[in-house]
């Protein structure tokens, strides 16, 4: 069983940035590299969407077209430590954000990109950024 746990939300004026890290304990099959990792948001009434997932290496990402250019993920597999960096944050990137864990997967190159697609997932933390 992998246990995430995020930390690092918190409060921001709009333009400004904020770093979700997310750590990976427990029984991991194989090493951590053999997860993808993505992270997720829920806002207040809405569903979880996707934000954005990179590969066991951390070399393949996608992002949604909404934070392109704004937010990235990276990896430390030695760490076993998941980021987020946001920048130019916006009113609307304001929600509870989620780690996820998929695998252990048997192709390396599998990146999935939406909520069926994880096997793991953190409690969550808020990002609330004001106007």
């Known amino acids: 069983q992998v246990q995430l746990v995020e930390s690092g939300g918190g409060l921001v004026q709009a333009g400004g940035s904020l770093r979700l890290d997310c750590a990976a304990s427990?029984?991991?099959?194989?090493?951590?590299?053999?997860?993808?990792v993505g992270w997720f948001r829920q806002a207040p009434g809405k569903e979880r969407e996707f934000v954005a997932a990179?590969?066991?290496?951390?070399?393949?990402?996608y992002y949604a077209d909404s934070v392109k250019g704004r937010f990235t993920i990276s990896r430390d597999n030695a760490k076993k430590t998941v980021y987020l960096q946001m920048n130019s944050l916006k009113f609307e990137d304001t929600a509870v954000y989620y780690c996820a864990a998929a695998g252990p997967l048997r192709g390396r190159g599998t990146v999935p990109r939406s909520v069926s697609g994880y096997n793991y997932w953190g409690q969550g933390a808020q990002v609330t950024v004001s106007e």
């Open positions: 427990g029984h991991t099959v194989g090493t951590f590299s053999s997860y993808a």
């Open positions: 990179a590969s066991w290496s951390g070399v393949t990402t």
